[in-house]
DNA sequence: AAGTGACCGGATTAGTAAAATGGTCAAAAG
DNA sequence: CTTTTGACCATTTTACTAATCCGGTCACTT
């Protein structure tokens, strides 16, 4: 078996373990079993747990990079660009999978690492909206304004449509979080 | 002393108490100590510590909600109204400190009674909100759409303009708090 | 050379005794 | 007689310790 195979093994093993039970609760025994690997195996190829799990996040922030990347025409419109990378990022289970767990980790039992996976992946995608932000600026379509906290709210209103609002409502449609995401964002409130 | 007073009297000490030190933290001996009372005469009033807690929240919700029935003029606009209200809501400070101990205390400790607690605060604002949003629609000022949803996003929106984004940049002004308010639920982003 | 799992030491948990705290009430104060 | 009080009780929380667990290593196997 190649290595980058057995490297592959336990990155989609550790995936699965920390998107499961949580940072705290994933043993290194239990990465190997699930890989079929010797324990020992895992550290030719991670320094420690902490890197693994830093590894993963890496993964996790790229793979959404790219997803964004792939759906941004830098000749559409912002809100048109906006409204396909969100669609096609909220079709990305796996990466919400691993983010929902960590918060509900860092709700129960606040293991800092939780934390700080979540505040790495919050960050990563705070950058990126700040430049998109920036840029659509610059460019005149969108009114000037602190790209910031412009981008902050942005995040923070996928949040609450995706996450939030399922405890007291009823989960929101793919169309019915663009909608408002569009209602907020690009249009206002007021008739 | 007038019963009415000492009962006064428990009632500050223990708001008092709970907005420093949160409500694990806050002993009864100390409360009875703060309100120079002996132990006891706190129970001819309150049932326990919880019902004490709960006297406390029902109060502050009540002076938010009095704070915001002076400010709103049934003919006047709805965003003027909203933003008058958010003015002299920002201003009561004495609310916020038991709000921000309370998430603190949430966050840190995790102690049931203080999400319980905000969780009560939430549902209040909530309401009220979902109320002021539906009667705008009524009134034909704002968009026909879910007023759950639009009163969630803006109170999720007051906390993240006015305690969220603090973690990362400088805490805005009062001003600045109400324009991005206003950008967002009343103009939108787009030119 | 690559892979492994028994093993080690530090960290976490379970178990327990001691301290603290919510709540009561017999007695003191008014 | 009514109101107030703090010593007291039962329960919870904390501090301490022993037992277990887990991250990481490395001598041994394949």
């Given at each position: 078996m190649a290595v980058i195979d057995r490297r592959q093994q336990v990155l989609k093993a550790a995936t699965k373990s920390f998107s499961l039970f949580g940072y705290k609760a994933t043993t290194m025994d239990q990465v190997a079993k699930i890989a079929n690997v010797g324990k020992g195996t895992i550290y030719t190829f991670f320094t420690n747990k902490e890197q693994l799990f830093d590894e993963i996040l890496r993964d996790v922030t790229l793979e959404m990079k790219s997803i964004a990347e792939r759906e941004?025409?830098?000749?559409?419109?912002f809100f048109d660009n906006l409204h396909r990378v969100l669609d096609a990022l909220l079709d990305f289970r796996s990466e919400h999978e691993l983010f929902i767990k960590l918060s509900q980790e860092n709700r129960e039992v606040g293991t800092p690492q939780a934390q700080e996976g979540l505040d790495k992946i919050e960050n990563v995608v705070l950058e990126y909206l700040e430049r998109e932000v920036e840029f659509a600026i610059r460019q005149g379509?969108?009114?000037?304004?602190d790209p910031k906290i412009i981008s902050m709210v942005m995040f923070r209103l996928y949040i609450v449509l995706t996450a939030v609002l399922n405890k007291t409502h009823k989960p929101l449609s793919k169309e019915e979080i663009k909608t408002y995401f569009h209602l907020f964002l690009a249009e206002g409130l007021a008739l």
């Open positions: 941004i025409k830098r000749d559409k419109p379509e969108i009114k000037p304004c």
